[in-house]
T-cell receptor
Framework: GQNIDQPTEMTATEGAIVQINCTYQTSGFNGLFWYQQHAGEAPTFLSYNVLDGLEEKGRFSSFLSRSKGYSYLLLKELQMKDSASYLCALGDMRFGAGTRLTVKP | SQTIHQWPATLVQPVGSPLSLECTVEGTSNPNLYWYRQAAGRGLQLLFYSVGIGQISSEVPQNLSASRPQDRQFILSSKKLLLSDSGFYLC???????????????FGPGTRLLVL
């Protein structure tokens, strides 16, 4: 069996930092993905973590702790265009329900 | 670079009619291919995945089927659509080991299906 949990909605202010958490349970871990999905569009790949630790890509960073079944996506210097849903997925391509982030001026 | 195509972009079909959605990938060989459905305001539901020609794994029992007649072609079909089949259908490809994706996964633009 497998569960992937994320908060349903989050709100943050332009220029701020926001952390979106994802917890999971799986019988076999093969990496964790983060995607961004704007309304009405297909998801776009953001990051992939297979080892513990932090991976940084510009304003976005993703962290993984395999022992805790936990990951987060960190978005810095938020921009209005970052308003989107953020999806956490495991390597067998099962997705969490997504976190809808609203960035306010 | 890799490109993934899906068509049509939008489709309106009556209940009971057949369905065929096509997905093709360029710029890679022997990819893992996936079909997902996303209902309005919901998460992605994995429907089928394929690790090679003629190899299809079904995740959710329903009136849909999938086929992979060529390495870079993945087709989603139904003989008789239901109202509940409405949604956003997304094809994706990824490098993988068995049915699991590693490193990267990319989505096509999707097909929005409305069954009336």
């Amino acid at each position: 069996g497998q569960n992937i949990d994320q908060p349903t909605e989050m709100t943050a202010t332009e220029g701020a930092i926001v952390q979106i958490n994802c917890t999971y349970q799986t019988s076999g871990f093969n990496g964790l993905f983060w995607y961004q999905q704007h309304a009405g569009e297909a998801p776009t790949f953001l990051s992939y973590n297979v080892l513990d630790g932090l991976e940084e890509k510009g304003r976005f960073s993703s962290f993984l702790s395999r022992s805790k079944g936990y990951s987060y996506l960190l978005l810095k210097e938020l921009q209005m265009k970052d308003s989107a849903s953020y999806l956490c997925a495991l390597g067998d391509m099962r997705f969490g329900a997504g976190t809808r982030l609203t960035v306010k001026p | 670079s890799q490109t993934i195509h899906q068509w049509p972009a939008t489709l309106v079909q009556p209940v009971g009619s057949p369905l065929s959605l096509e997905c093709t990938v360029e710029g890679t060989s022997n990819p893992n291919l996936y079909w997902y459905r996303q209902a309005a305001g919901r998460g992605l539901q994995l429907l089928f995945y394929s690790v090679g020609i003629g190899q299809i794994s079904s995740e959710v029992p329903q009136n849909l089927s999938a086929s992979r007649p060529q390495d870079r072609q993945f087709i989603l079909s139904s003989k008789k659509l239901l109202l509940s089949d409405s949604g956003f259908y997304l094809c994706a490809w990824g490098r993988g080991v068995g049915g699991r994706a590693i490193e990267t996964q990319y989505f096509g633009p999707g097909t929005r299906l409305l069954v009336l």
